[in-house]
């Protein structure tokens, strides 16, 4: 049964939730994202995530706390043969209500194809799922060097939202490249709503179906791309 969620003993009940389980390797984003919130502080966040989450400057984020964490997350989106798989979605609660965070973990793999490779495929789930992601984000046309994959991860965070009736989302980029590898994709995926987040803080996107939505890139803790990384203090 697909809803029931266990709790995890270790970086090893990561693997199994995996869409692709070879990816699970010391050094890349799999096992570095599982490590790094694994080892988590009390409230729940890495604190580079923290810290890029209270760039918002949300009094309802002040205390905002960790409920829930879902790795290798399914979100339904219509068009394509399967579900988008966030890495890790997680629900957080503040002082006034819920926030809905889908996380995208990254080492050094790319962000995927562009829309105009995936355009190039002449699929009709193709142009489908685009067709929803683009009315799902209000606009008025899709730029063909936007990486596909933020278009959907960033949808599956409103639909998360939706699920759980959560008061705002995030789809934050967690990326653990040193050289920050493909954040110029990420601030040319942000043009076409008129936002330019500087790494680590995040930018309001609008307001969708009524969620304020909020894109971001956090960099992450570089020891957590070693096989086993040490704890923190």
Partial sequence: MAHIAIPTRSLDDWELLLARPSHWKAGYSAMTLAQAWEDAAADGFPPEVRATINTAEREDWTNLRL???IPGYKVPLPGGSRPSQTDLAALARGDRGLVAVAIEGKVDET???TVGEKRTEKSSGVDERLA??????????VPDNIRYQL???T???LRIADDFAAESAIMLVHSFSPTHQWYDDFMAFGRPFDAAPERGS????G?????????GWCGG???????????LA
């Fill in 202 to 205: 995040l930018a309001m996107i």
């Fill in 111 to 113: 962000l995927g194809p």
């Fill in 67 to 69: 409920l829930l964490a």
């Fill in 132 to 141: 929803f992601l683009q009315t799902a984000l209000d606009l008025s046309s």
């Fill in 221 to 231: 803790d570089q020891r957590f791309r070693a096989e086993i990384a040490p704890r």
């Fill in 207 to 215: 307001k969708k179906g009524g969620i304020p939505l909020y894109i």
């Fill in 151 to 153: 278009l959907h991860r």
């Fill in 155 to 157: 949808v599956s965070a």
